[in-house]
């Protein structure tokens, strides 16, 4: 599979969109409006419209962890989802959405069980995952439904 001459980027600090020629992901890239670093290899927490941006406009493949403060698994699983966005960034980005806080993002994706995983790519659903994930569990599940892994 041929690799594009640029990506976009939605940035997670200003959610500008950011045009970057592919050699320059591995760079430590910066938002070319707010300057801060696109990439900081933790998941961002986003808000239903941070998150409905990303999907549209974001050329890399999308980790989102659906999550609420209340949620034991979904806390044990946090340290896990951190450490595997320092791995797998810049090749993905990891975000991660409060439904306790976001209801109706929540609703719009029928989030039904938390913690819950789902992948997008090119602006649509790839896979789900419910329940809670170690870091190497995530990353096989992960390359197991990622379009990148075909």
């Known amino acids: 599979m041929a690799t594009p001459e640029s990506l976009h980027l939605v940035c997670p600090h200003c959610q500008a969109v950011n045009r970057l020629p592919t050699p320059r992901l591995v760079e430590h890239p910066v938002c070319g ?8 290899g933790e998941p961002t927490a986003v808000d239903g419209d941070a998150l409905a941006t990303h999907i549209a406009r974001s050329d890399l493949p ?10 034991g698994p979904c806390r ?11 791995q ?9 959405l409060d439904t306790e806080a976001q209801p109706a ?13 789902i992948l997008f790519h090119g602006g649509r659903e790839i896979a789900r995952q419910s329940g809670a994930m ?3 569990t995530l990353l096989r599940w992960l390359g197991s439904v990622s379009p990148a892994a075909g």
């Open 33 to 40: 409006r707010c300057k801060a670093p696109l990439f900081n």
């Open 62 to 71: 999308l980790l989102v962890d659906f999550w609420a403060p209340w949620c």
């Open 76 to 86: 044990s699983m946090a340290p896990a989802f951190a450490q595997a966005a320092q």
């Open 88 to 96: 797998l960034e810049p090749g993905y980005r990891l975000l991660k």
């Open 105 to 117: 993002a929540a609703h719009r994706f029928a989030i039904r069980s938390i913690p819950t995983l």
């Open 134 to 136: 170690d870091t190497p």
